[in-house]
């Protein structure tokens, strides 16, 4: 429905006195800090790796900035299609109807980030907590597998609830549940409606307040009664914010601020108590005696299942420090818990090899469910998926620091690792079936060891190509390419044979670069000679674009159609002259020209004796040594010898591609 223009302007005085009023938060808001100017400067920069880092750091990527630009506008307007994805996956608002949103549309360089904006469709912009809060919610309703540990009954109604969040969302609950952690059941009172207490649960589990409240006749009480009860229930558990949501839930911007609010202080709280009580508690063992440790299932941080993760062989200060957090020593834990088993600390390190440790994590089914692996075992019929007097260990194939670092993404949804750790936690996010936390270390490893790769090779004088020290990464391109494949992450693969492509010369003559290109050739199963080999079409794809690109930004193209007129073959001629020493004008004869040639000649050999290649002074040389008139004469001659080395590779492999 169109607007009048009164109406309009009478919405947005509306708007703007409620932004006075400190009760509406713009979208867009103005941000002068420095970290917001460096996420800008590498948007127009197109530096993935910064803007990793500064999302990472917390920067609101939807701000503006003093010129009234936000990051994601920067990053379409300079044609930074990888930025602008990256922007998108992280929450970037793009809404269609917005003054914003309209600006990225039509201020998008090209047609590819035109159309990558429109795949995400403004209005659906990636919210990064919604499956964290979709889960919390599910939780009030799923009875497969049984996770909750109390019981709340009202008039004829009854609610299984988890203590843990519980505890960490109400001050209420958190006090009575810290002075009886045993407690089963707990009973509201008859003056308070059922569906009250429903709907402060669902607020309480990151839900939605339904506009609906539920009162009328035949449900025994009427809709005033209902608001009376959630207000005397939200000033109970002091959960004011309840009572103010309620309110707010007939204006749909501030109702929908308001949630934004709630979930994101829901996960503050959920990651203080996950900090607090299932980090501070894990517990470090020898591997030996990992498996006979007895932790009581009625415990103060009510976990009801152990994850064990072992020592790895070449490191034994793994476990020493995780997140800057250190971990009690064997038979030892941090805080006051019930039933938790303190025995004698173990013997001293051998003087010849230290023994394993192990380091178990108490946790919560509740929130392991996030992952397939979990949900699947503890769904069957399975040892772990049993009732017991101790809980369950159940083992992991990962390190400690990975394992703490799933557990994190489970209770959080935060995933800040280092690029050394990122195949690591793919590997373990692929063998957990955790699909985001997957997709989220491919993007650190696409991003951050991407370095600051140009959008066209830079070439120095003599035509190789010089990588930034950004560039030199922490990262084994290899290993990259082959966990791709073997987690089937495609972006994984791209990235790999885009870095290949853009530093082709630095591995083209490596063999381990050719068993990479026959492990690719022989993933085709039934292979057959007129198959393609799907490594090096992407590395082919992406060689040809970082020496088209240069052309494509410059309008190179275009000049050179242009200047193919009358009298080109005699410029061409003369500038190839004139990079052979000869100027037009002068005459050198025979004699002359015999002389520069054998005084070249003569350079080429003492260079050669040298073990270097001569430089004339301004000269540009391919990667072959050769002269090339001018750096995109270069670019080309170099493309071609970039491919014929592919050629001679499929040959030297037997390969046809």
């Given at each position: 429905m169109l607007l009048r223009k009164d109406q309009l302007e009478a919405s947005l005085h509306e708007e703007k006195k409620l932004i006075e009023d400190g009760r509406l938060k713009e979208d867009n808001p103005l941000d002068l800090s420095e970290g917001f100017n460096k996420l800008c400067e590498a948007c127009r920069?197109?530096?993935?790796?910064?803007?990793?880092?500064?999302?990472?750091?917390?920067?609101?990527?939807?701000?503006?900035?003093?010129?009234?630009?936000?990051?994601?506008?920067?990053?379409?307007?300079?044609?930074?299609?990888?930025?602008?994805?990256?922007?998108?996956?992280?929450?970037?608002?793009?809404?269609?109807?917005?003054?914003?949103?309209?600006?990225?549309?039509?201020?998008?360089?090209?047609?590819?980030?035109?159309?990558?904006?429109?795949?995400?469709?403004?209005?659906?912009?990636?919210?990064?907590?919604?499956?964290?809060?979709?889960?919390?919610?599910?939780?009030?309703?799923?009875?497969?597998?049984?996770?909750?540990?109390?019981?709340?009954?009202?008039?004829?109604?009854?609610?299984?609830?988890h203590k843990f969040i519980l505890s960490a969302r109400s001050p209420y609950f958190r006090k009575k549940l810290s002075a009886a952690p045993e407690t089963t059941s707990w009973k509201i009172p008859p003056a308070i409606p059922p569906q009250a207490f429903g709907i402060a649960m669902r607020y309480v589990y990151l839900g939605e307040i339904p506009t609906e409240l539920g009162g009328g006749p035949g449900t025994g009480f009427s809709e005033d009664e209902i608001l009376e009860g959630i207000d005397k229930i939200s000033k109970h558990l002091e959960i004011r914010s309840l009572w103010e949501a309620v309110l707010e839930s007939d204006d749909r911007r501030l109702s929908r601020q308001r949630r934004t609010e709630e979930v994101g202080k829901g996960r503050s709280q959920l990651e203080e108590w996950f900090l607090n009580n299932v980090l501070k508690h894990k517990v470090l063992v020898d591997m030996e005696k990992a498996d006979k440790v007895k932790w009581d299932s009625n415990n103060g941080i009510f976990a009801d299942v152990l994850l064990r993760a072992d020592q790895p062989f070449e490191d034994p200060q793994d476990n020493a420090t995780v997140n800057g957090s250190q971990t009690p020593p064997p038979g030892t834990t941090q805080g006051s818990l019930n039933n938790i088993p303190i025995g004698p600390a173990s013997n001293p390190l051998s003087h010849n090899r230290p023994s394993r440790k192990s380091t178990l994590f108490p946790a919560h089914r509740a929130m392991l469910l996030r992952s397939e692996f979990f949900s699947t075992m503890f769904s069957s019929g399975f040892r772990e998926a049993q009732a017991h007097a101790h809980l369950q260990i159940i083992p992991i194939d990962c390190s400690p620091l990975v394992l703490e670092t799933v557990l994190t993404f489970l209770y959080t949804e935060k995933a800040d690792f280092p690029l050394d750790m990122a195949i690591d936690v793919l590997f373990a996010a692929d063998l957990l079936l955790i699909d985001r936390l997957k997709q989220k270390a491919a993007l650190v490893i696409s991003t951050l060891g991407n370095g600051t790769m140009p959008a066209s090779a830079d070439t120095d004088i003599v035509g190789t190509t010089n990588p930034s020290a950004e560039d030199e990464e922490n990262i084994d391109i290899y290993d990259v390419v082959r966990a791709g494949w073997l987690t089937r992450v495609p972006r994984l693969e791209e990235f790999g044979a885009r870095y290949f492509a853009y530093r082709l010369e630095n591995y083209i003559d490596e063999e381990e670069f050719a068993d990479l290109i026959r492990e690719s050739a022989w993933r085709i199963k039934g292979r057959q000679e007129t198959d393609s080999i799907e490594l090096l079409d992407d590395i082919r794809y992406y060689l040809s674009e970082r020496f088209r690109l240069r052309f494509e930004d410059t309008g190179m193209e275009d000049m050179l159609d242009e200047s193919n007129g009358p009298g080109q073959g005699e410029a061409d001629e003369n500038e190839r002259m004139a990079v052979n020493g000869v100027d037009e004008g002068v005459d050198v004869g025979m004699e002359g020209l015999s002389s520069i040639e054998a005084a070249d000649n003569k350079g080429r050999e003492e260079g050669d004796r040298d073990g270097e290649v001569p430089q004339m002074a301004g000269a540009i040389r391919t990667l072959d040594g050769e002269i090339a008139g001018d750096e995109f004469a270069s670019d080309a001659m170099n493309y071609q010898i970039l491919l014929g080395k592919i050629d001679k590779l499929l040959d030297r492999l037997k390969l046809d591609a």
């Open positions: 920069r197109g530096d993935l790796k910064l803007c990793q880092e500064m999302i990472t750091e917390g920067v609101n990527i939807n701000a503006r900035d003093r010129f009234d630009y936000s990051p994601l506008i920067l990053a379409s307007l300079c044609g930074h299609y990888e930025v602008v994805r990256l922007l998108l996956e992280s929450g970037a608002l793009c809404e269609r109807d917005t003054f914003q949103g309209e600006r990225c549309l039509y201020n998008a360089l090209n047609d590819r980030i035109r159309n990558l904006l429109l795949s995400y469709d403004y209005s659906k912009s990636a919210d990064p907590l919604q499956p964290f809060a979709a889960h919390i919610t599910s939780l009030l309703t799923r009875n497969t597998p049984q996770t909750a540990d109390i019981l709340v009954t009202a008039v004829g109604e009854s609610f299984h609830l």
